[in-house]
């Protein structure tokens, strides 16, 4: 009993010596996230416009529903989404909508500070998805 | 003119300004250490679970304390409408002033000649000194069951409950501990309880200090247990288990009536380990009879001593998970209590066949 009392005390004991914290002081430094973390989405831009054409997969395959995209046609004739915006109260960050995507258009960032004061900060347009 | 003892009766003006400055002084480094005590533990535990503590306030969060203060100090003060108010406002300065009183006799130094006066360094020499520690140690426990009963609420009034059959449990074997100690000073005065421990080694060492943790080790660990368990220290946190009973007794208190308790259980710390420095570890005097560390004044050995036990009582909170209420009980009577009084009757007889 007191060998196992000793041997608990040992292990407290050697991570209070320096070094054995695990702790980042988050606001000060900041870990970097995974390539594959699903953070704030972004919306890949091509050399004049988005790359989006307006297929309505992602509100398809969207389980939340926060996708609303309304298309509509340019002067070459090509669909674009006139209105591309996603509700990031009501996003699950799942990911399917970058998986259902045929033209690669939508990605993951590594963004997740994300809170905001408004409701309405949380409504991200395209401009806002573009960046 | 030979120095006599400063008292009310050969210089009354003196003697109140010296007493008063020894409480004004005894009593603001407790409170300092009560304030910082929190930080450490924090900062201890924090880096034994390989966290950090706290980091925000200040260098290494070291206004943590203050801020803590402040905000409980601003917090509403809510007095439950279903409790009972007098006992309820009485119970935590009942648990603070029975910790703070202690230390009174606690002597701190040798002592200081003053003109033709002897100061001693030490708020009052009772000769029954550690009798009067017991009381007040017992007298500590009204506290937690009138915080418990007045609360009017079953979390605080079961917490309260546990915390006296606790406490009553454990004082028995604390105070027969410390008997063993009595039958070798032969007094229970802690001034000659030290002047003791300053003489060699059995007689024998002459650099090592009679310590009585050397004579009574045995006696030396059932008081540190013991001591954890009366002042409700982790891992005999039973009357505020948080797991099962919210907060215990102080489930209900909120502000500055939290605070006192938080305060009294720090302060308690400080007394279990300033009795353990002065019973065993030879209070005030230095580890080894040399004189470069005789040189060295006598409250700063109290003072790293009294660190010293509460840095083992963190390091214990930090690694030991809590003992259930059974074998905590069990542990008391079954264990504690049977060693305690083998350990009387030993000295006893070698007290005897030694004379």
């Keep these: 009993m007191f060998k196992e009392f000793a041997k608990g005390l040992s292990i407290t004991f050697k991570h209070l010596l320096p070094g054995h914290s695990t702790t980042v002081q988050y606001p000060t430094v900041k870990l970097k996230p995974s390539d594959r973390f699903r953070g704030l989405h972004r919306l890949v831009p091509s050399q004049d416009r988005e790359k989006c054409v307006a297929c309505y997969l992602c509100p398809t395959v969207c389980p939340a529903k926060c996708i609303t995209v309304e298309s509509a046609e340019n002067e070459k004739g090509e669909k674009y989404p006139k209105v591309y915006t996603i509700d990031l109260l009501r996003c699950i960050f799942c990911g399917y909508c970058v998986e259902a995507c045929p033209v690669e258009a939508i990605e993951m960032t590594g963004v997740y500070e994300m809170a905001n004061y408004k409701r309405e900060d949380f409504q991200f347009t395209k401009q806002r998805l573009l960046k | ?355």
């Design chain 2, 1 to 355: 003119m030979t120095p006599e003892m400063l008292s009310l009766s050969n210089s009354p003006g003196l003697f109140v300004g010296i007493m008063l400055l020894k409480l004004l002084v005894v009593f603001g480094v407790t409170m300092l250490i009560v304030a910082y005590a929190t930080w450490c533990e924090r900062k201890v535990i924090g880096h034994m679970q390989t966290r950090l503590g706290p980091m925000r306030t200040g260098w290494h969060g070291l206004l943590q304390p203050i801020a803590d203060g402040l905000k409980l100090f601003f917090k509403e003060d809510i007095i439950p409408s279903e409790s009972t108010k007098v006992p309820f406002l009485l119970a935590p300065m009942m648990i603070l002033v029975p910790a703070l009183i202690t230390v009174a006799v606690i002597p701190f130094g040798p002592d200081l000649k003053f003109g033709n006066f002897i100061i001693p360094q030490q708020i009052t020499d009772l000769n029954i000194g550690v009798l009067y520690i017991l009381a007040f140690a017992g007298l500590g426990v009204y506290g937690i069951v009138l915080a418990g009963w007045a609360s009017n609420s079953k979390y605080a009034l079961l917490g309260g409950v546990r915390a006296s059959a606790q406490m009553i449990s454990y004082e028995l074997a604390a105070g027969l501990s410390i008997i063993a100690i009595f039958m070798l000073s032969e007094t229970l005065s802690l001034r000659e309880i030290v002047a003791q421990q300053q003489l060699d080694l059995w007689g024998v060492c002459s650099f090592v200090p009679n310590w009585f943790v050397f004579t009574q080790p045995l006696a030396f660990c059932l008081f540190i247990v013991t001591g954890l368990a009366e002042i409700n220290r982790t891992p005999f946190d039973m009357p505020e288990a948080e797991s099962e009973l919210v907060s215990g007794f102080c489930t209900e208190y909120s502000s500055m009536k939290y605070a006192l308790f938080f305060m009294a259980e720090y302060a308690n710390m400080i007394v279990i380990s300033a009795i353990a420095a002065t019973l065993f570890l030879g209070g005030w005097s230095a580890p080894l009879n040399i004189a470069i560390l005789t040189m060295i004044p006598g409250f700063v050995w109290l003072l790293m001593k009294i660190f010293a036990l509460m840095f083992f009582f963190m390091w214990l909170r930090a690694t030991f998970p809590r003992v259930r209420y059974d074998q905590l009980m069990r542990m008391g009577w079954k264990v504690l209590l049977p060693l305690a009084l083998a350990n009387v009757v030993v000295t006893g007889l070698v007290v005897v066949v030694l004379q």
